[in-house]
């Protein structure tokens, strides 16, 4: 059964296995206008068998705004969280977003609690510029980026429209439940506290950092993803010493709905079982 409730500041999503079973503990991170909740298949595949816990992040879900709102704040809630779980040997898994909290955290407090990091559908820098093409395919950059920060609150209602829809495949049909649950929850997500979190997260760039991560880095990409393209795996092959790319062609943004036992056959590997 999933636990629920506050920890450390940021609820949780918590399922552990039988006693006797040692496994690594799987931390999953959602990304922007998510919650934990988006987690469900691999709270209810893989939590018998792994620690599996999962917080709202700050300006999100439960946590909402139990925290202050940005990507270094929820770094911190999150290593917080494993510091006084006395967590080590962590998978730490984040999806868009949250594979930029899960950068930070390493960044900001060290990679000892570690043992890989998997980003799923995530560009190591959201703004496109001069020196990037890797950002948003729609070509966002920081003026275009100016206009969404002003929209985010009036327009809502739109955004989490096209929010939710282009976060499935571009040429197959969605499962029409984790459609109309992204729907459902984006729409209900405050825009008042995820503004300042768009305004961090594209504020982000760890094209630097990644390089010197130290721990095995794990890229999922969406083959069919409204967001990415093959410029972003293409650069972590360049770039990441020892990066493995796992390319999931019937997905968009959204591996772990969209093609949820690969990626939790994946984390069960990475995790030691």
């Known amino acids: 059964m999933t636990q629920l409730g506050m920890a450390d500041g940021v609820f949780l999503r918590e399922r552990q296995p039988a006693a006797g079973r040692a496994a690594s503990p799987l931390v999953l991170l959602h990304g922007w206008s998510c919650h934990g909740g988006f987690f469900e298949p691999q709270l209810e595949a893989l939590g018998s068998v792994v620690p599996v816990l999962v917080p709202d992040l700050p300006g999100h879900g439960q946590t909402g705004a139990a925290r202050p709102r940005s990507i270094e704040a929820a770094a911190d809630a999150v290593a917080g969280l494993l510091a006084a779980r006395d967590l080590s040997g962590v998978v730490l898994v984040g999806w868009s977003m949250g594979a930029h909290v899960a950068y930070a955290l390493a960044e900001r407090h060290g990679t000892e609690r570690l043992k890989s990091v998997v980003a799923l559908d995530m560009t190591p820098k959201v703004i496109n510029d001069a020196t990037w093409a890797g950002g948003v395919r729609d070509g966002l950059d920081i003026l275009h980026n100016a206009e969404v920060l002003e929209a985010i609150i009036p327009r809502w209602p739109d955004m989490a429209e096209r929010i939710a829809t282009r976060m499935f495949a571009t040429t197959e049909t969605p499962d029409p439940h984790w459609l109309g649950y ?60 020892g990066v493995t790319l796992h390319r999931f062609a019937r997905s968009g943004h959204a591996p772990h709905l969209e093609e949820a036992g690969r990626l939790n056959r994946l984390l069960l590997d990475l995790a030691g079982n």
Do not use: I, N
Request: charge should be neutral.
């Open 182 to 241: 992204a729907r459902r929850e984006v729409l209900a997500s405050d825009p008042v506290l995820l503004k300042p979190m768009w305004a961090s997260l594209t504020q982000q760039d760890f094209r630097a950092f990644l390089p010197k991560l130290g721990r095995p880095l794990h890229l999922v990409c969406g083959g069919q993803s409204a967001l990415y393209g093959e410029t972003v795996a293409d650069w972590h092959a360049d770039h990441v010493p």
